[in-house]
């Protein structure tokens, strides 16, 4: 079965720290991969994704993705958290086969300290 | 503005009691989606749609029921042999032939 997988369920950083939350997924061939997030109270909102060519993604409010095939991964990083980047990240896949039905990791929440 | 609604936002019910979710989008997209959201699990999906009066089951399909008779409405029913209702419902939808799908504001169900 397909399956993505996020490792940190909780993290917690000062304002300034690097960050970088991982993301696994369990199959081969071609796959297309998103990174979401819900911020406190809001809809849950695309951050990125990958579909083909460059394997490093950047999306929206400074973040930043690298699709690694050989280690079938896909971490989200930030250079430089900020207060405002606390919320709950979500990593998803789409593996060959699986028409429009995307797998989610089980989130990241992230916690800044001001 | 376009975008996707649900309503409630929150939602009681008594035990053994069926309730509807209402989803509306008027973005134009074929494919319609629900997933639920349990705290460590992160989104498991319920039933999609990918066109009018068409719909499969997801993971978690038991105890749900949909339907799709028009292309901006999909609801969901959860009926009373879903044995853990108590959740977060989130709609999305996406156009048929790209991948990205965008969510609604979500329900907190609550059944007591």
């Known amino acids: 079965a397909q399956s993505v997988s996020q490792h940190n369920h909780h993290v917690i950083l000062s304002e300034a720290a690097s960050l970088e939350l991982g993301c696994n997924y369990s199959?081969?061939?071609?796959?297309?991969l998103f990174w979401y997030v819900q911020y406190p109270g809001q809809h849950l909102q695309l951050l990125l994704k990958y579909f083909s060519g460059d394997p490093l993604v950047k999306g929206i409010k400074g973040f930043e993705a690298e699709f690694i095939k050989s280690k079938f991964s896909f971490n989200l990083r930030k250079p430089s958290v900020q207060w405002s980047d606390t919320a709950e990240y979500f990593c998803a896949g789409k593996g060959p086969g699986a028409g429009n039905m995307l797998t989610f990791g089980g989130g990241t929440r992230l916690m800044v300290k001001p | 503005d376009g975008g996707i609604t649900q309503s409630p936002k929150y939602l009681f019910r008594k035990e053994g009691q069926n309730v509807t979710l209402s989803c509306e989008q008027n973005?134009?997209?074929?494919?319609m989606y629900w997933y639920r959201q349990d705290p460590g699990q992160g989104l498991r999906l319920i039933y999609y749609s990918q066109i009018v009066n068409d719909f499969q089951k997801g993971d978690i399909a038991e105890g749900y029921s949909v339907s799709r008779e028009k292309k901006e409405s999909f609801p969901l029913t959860v009926t009373s042999a879903q044995k853990n209702p108590t959740a977060f419902y989130l709609c999305a939808s996406s156009i048929q032939t790209q991948e990205t799908q965008y969510f609604g504001p979500g329900t907190r169900l609550l059944v007591l």
């Open positions: 973005l134009n997209h074929d494919a």
């Open positions: 199959y081969g061939g071609t796959v297309n």
